[in-house]
């Protein structure tokens, strides 16, 4: 198992925000095996490391009240790593985009900042001092993929080309035409869009995990109390996925590595 250095415009981190800690810790424990180190960030706060090997791959903590008050979901954060984050928010809002959370010190660990695309897809933002983001990528309990769901195509692509430097490489994949971001040499991403099926759901990011047995996941999700949304699907090239729902309503990716 190697470790993961993480470069400018490629995700970096993730974490949950969730509406019972406890219960999110046992789930996740039970899907990924991660060990859990929480760490207390002042004023009664607590940020939960998730690990592998003792090296971190994902966080969760408490959702903030005000979001609990609006009745939002608990959710997943993704962060894409930036070398200047005020630069790259300059560049967010000459091409269309939202700063949310303009940017904030996190201790001594970095910078983030919060943003929405000209779809309003949330994505977080990353510019690291003492650390890097995540340890492990593509390995059993650790992040494989991001995947953003968005309404139109033709807003999200030239946003992220610009942004990031991205480049788009969009096909036919089966049913779906699907878009894949890359970076030098390097796959960072994927898009679609959402079809008439799912008109409700909102343009969104959304993390994979890497997971070593689909069927032994969705038995435990299910009994667990979550819920399976997509049921184990196959993808020439890619392998099993399905999309999870934790059992506090949180939702993530597992792809069968």
């Given amino acids: 198992m190697s470790e993961y250095i993480n470069k400018e415009a490629t995700f970096c981190w993730l974490d949950l925000a969730t509406t019972d800690t406890v219960g ?3 789930y996740y424990k039970e899907i990924f095996g991660w060990d859990i180190m929480d760490i207390p960030v002042g004023e009664g706060q607590v940020y939960t490391m998730l690990n592998l090997n003792g090296k971190p791959v994902a966080a969760l903590s408490e959702m903030q009240e005000e979001q609990r008050k609006m009745n939002f979901p608990p959710y997943w954060s993704s ?3 930036v070398d200047d984050i005020n630069v790259t928010l300059d560049k967010v809002q000459a091409n269309g985009g939202t700063v949310v959370v303009p ?3 996190v201790m001594e660990e970095g910078l983030l900042a919060f943003a929405t695309d000209p779809d309003g897809a949330y994505i977080g933002f990353w510019q690291k001092k003492n650390m890097q983001g995540f340890t492990y990528v593509g390995e059993h309990g650790s992040a494989c993929w991001f995947e953003a769901g968005c309404k139109d195509r033709n807003k999200s692509i030239p946003f ?3 942004v990031l430097g991205w480049k788009s490489e969009t096909r036919q994949m089966e049913s779906v035409v699907y878009t894949t971001f890359v970076l030098g040499e390097g796959v960072v991403a994927g898009l679609y869009e959402l079809g008439e099926q799912m008109k409700d759901v909102p343009s969104h990011w959304l993390p994979y995990f890497g997971i070593s047995n689909i069927d032994t996941a969705v038995e435990k999700t299910m009994n667990l ?6 049921p184990k699907l ?3 090239d890619v392998g099993y996925f399905a999309v999870l729902q934790d ?3 949180a939702v993530f990716g597992v792809l069968e590595v």
Avoid: D, S
């Fill in 24 to 26: 999110a810790k046992k």
């Fill in 160 to 162: 992220y080309e610009n």
């Fill in 79 to 81: 962060y894409i790593a």
């Fill in 103 to 105: 940017p904030m010190e």
């Fill in 247 to 249: 059992p506090q309503g």
């Fill in 234 to 236: 196959h993808v020439k």
């Fill in 225 to 230: 109390g979550g819920n399976v949304l997509m």
